[in-house]
């Protein structure tokens, strides 16, 4: 099975200007208030976006389009104020080019408006108070926020928490759950509406398996969760900044270079608890968070 990474994507300065009168299929999402247009020449990639982002209906006009078109060797992705870039590996997939379409058009949005950052990390709302579970692929973001949402927390998103001005806002892209973690969830409990949704495909929408109202309200961003791999049974352990810094770091993105990245993470991680996760099972977890989060709660 071959293997498509957006790490794989190269900058480009070519023109593409010419290009963009062949993009007539469209698909339009709004994210913390930002309207995009994805536009493209390949009809089944609208479509894949269009699915993929269906909670993200767009209310207002347009802020700026997006593009992807077919080139020779590849196919190019830009926008008029951000980065140009291109695949040069040969066709691909609409769901592969899909895929390479929302990790660039997504930075595109961060940078087209400076209040906006993002993290590589799920994040859910208990109590009043919203929180970022962090942690690179495969570590267990999905399967612990599906968790929380089976005991009644709220949930933004499984992949990327959005910020604008530190307040964080839903991003409910499609949720991908991977075999294993569905596995650990079915351990859990065989027999809700997760469950059945696990069954029948490999993909859900947030806001379809535990309906409108466990989508989160934008909220202050006041705690972190680091996963710090799995154990017998669940442990949390209270960090300081410092020792969360090098995570957020990682996977902080906002404009401008890595310094105003670093600057952006550290002001961000002022007012916010942080705290080391070890994951036990799904449930266990869950719990772990819901505890830390009610103590904020209570001493706010």
Known sequence: MRVIRAEQLTRSSDANAALERHCIHTARCEIAGVVMELCTDIEDVARLFAMRYADHRATHAVDFRYYVATVRGGYAFWCAHAHSWRWSQGPLPPDA???LADAVALAAMVRFDSRMATMHAAAVEYSGVAAAIAGNSTTGKTTTLLACARRGMRVYSDERTVLSENVVHPFLRRCSVRAAGARLLLADNDNDRLAESLRIAPELSLKTCFGPSAIAAPREFRALFV????????????IDTAAALPAITRWFDTRGDMVDRVARA???????????????SPDESAAAIAYALSRIAATS
């Open 266 to 280: 550290i002001g961000t991680l002022r007012r916010v608890k942080c705290y080391r996760l070890t994951l036990g």
């Open 227 to 238: 996963l710090n791999g799995t154990g017998h049974c669940a442990a949390l352990e209270a």
């Open 97 to 99: 080019i899909a895929f």
